[in-house]
């Protein structure tokens, strides 16, 4: 499952258990990289609450748009793990299928429209060279009919998979091999 050590399911106890717990009723399964952060309880939360509040609430940017950005991230990335759960959950939340897919493998052939296009192509330049984002990006994104606000939820969930990414293939996290794993 991966390199160190972490709480399994039979062992949760406390608020580890409660969001094990709710996890395995919303998606059938507890994701593995959920599992990692949990033999340190401060980070487990504190992971939990960023996810949330950057990938779950409902904000300006749809959560099929927030999917996209972290399968792209995560594809960047070369996370395996993260990608093909962000590819299911894009199918999930609303994304067609074989776009969903070719996503996965090559957002610009996945016929986007050009305002998301433009957005996945700003993700696709923080994911590689953050530094060299300009203000000539930015007003480009929101000449395309991006807000301060949809830019900074972008922006976050490239900083959340970034992170994500390089704890699950650094420990060596593996896909889960039981539960449907995306219900919700």
Request: one cysteine or more.
């Amino acid at each position: 499952m991966s390199r160190i050590s972490v709480i399994e399911e039979n062992q949760a106890e406390g608020m580890i258990g409660q969001v094990y717990g709710m996890m395995k009723s919303q998606m059938g399964v507890v994701p593995n990289v959920v599992k990692i952060f949990s033999i340190w309880p401060e980070l487990f939360e504190a992971h939990m609450k960023i996810f949330q509040t950057i990938m779950v609430a409902e904000t300006k940017l749809p959560r099929s748009i927030k999917e996209m950005i972290a399968a792209l991230t995560s594809k960047i990335n070369q996370c395996g793990y993260c990608l093909s759960h962000h590819v299911n959950f894009m199918k999930q939340y609303g994304v067609d299928p074989v776009m969903a897919n070719t996503i996965g493998e090559d957002y610009r052939k996945a016929g986007i429209d050009k305002k998301t296009l433009r957005l996945l192509e700003y993700a696709e330049k923080v994911t590689k060279n953050a530094y060299k984002v300009t203000d000539s990006d930015i007003v480009g994104l929101k000449e395309a009919g991006w807000s301060d606000s949809e830019i900074l939820e972008a922006t976050s969930v490239v900083a959340l998979f970034s992170f994500i990414n390089r704890a699950a293939d650094a420990l060596g996290i593996e896909l889960e091999t039981t539960g449907s794993g995306h219900k919700g």
